[in-house]
């Protein structure tokens, strides 16, 4: 069974920068899809980014230029780097794997972020 571990959360004030990782247990990174979603009290689940396993990402409009992901297939971690938070990124941030030909899924535990003064 696949774990997915996400230290990194945390409060951070609005402008500033934080960076999420999310550890698989197994050697999956590389062979499947990642992502982050986000789930904000009172609002339904959100894609914030998608890496694919041939490297193309895919971010949602409204957070292009603020948030980047990245993976490193060695360490079998993927990353979220957030930039100029704002207080409406507040949520609980997953990561997800997902691989299509199997249609397998694996989620995180979900980690909090909250962005206040």
């Known amino acids: 069974q696949v774990q997915l571990v996400e230290p990194g959360g945390g409060l951070v004030q609005p402008g500033g920068s934080l960076r999420l990782s999310c550890a698989a247990s197994?050697?999956?990174?590389?062979?499947?899809?990642m992502a982050w979603h986000r789930h904000a009290p009172g609002k339904e689940r959100e894609l914030v980014a998608r890496i694919f396993r041939d490297n193309n990402k895919y971010y949602p409009d409204s957070l292009k230029g603020r948030f980047t992901i990245s993976r490193d297939n060695a360490k079998n971690t993927v990353y979220l780097q957030m930039n100029s938070l704002k207080p409406e990124d507040t949520a609980v941030y997953y990561c997800?794997?997902?691989?299509?030909?199997?249609?397998?899924?694996?989620w995180g535990q979900g980690t909090q972020v909250t962005v206040s003064s």
């Open positions: 197994g050697s999956i990174v590389s062979i499947y899809r």
């Open positions: 997800h794997a997902f691989h299509p030909e199997t249609i397998t899924n694996y």
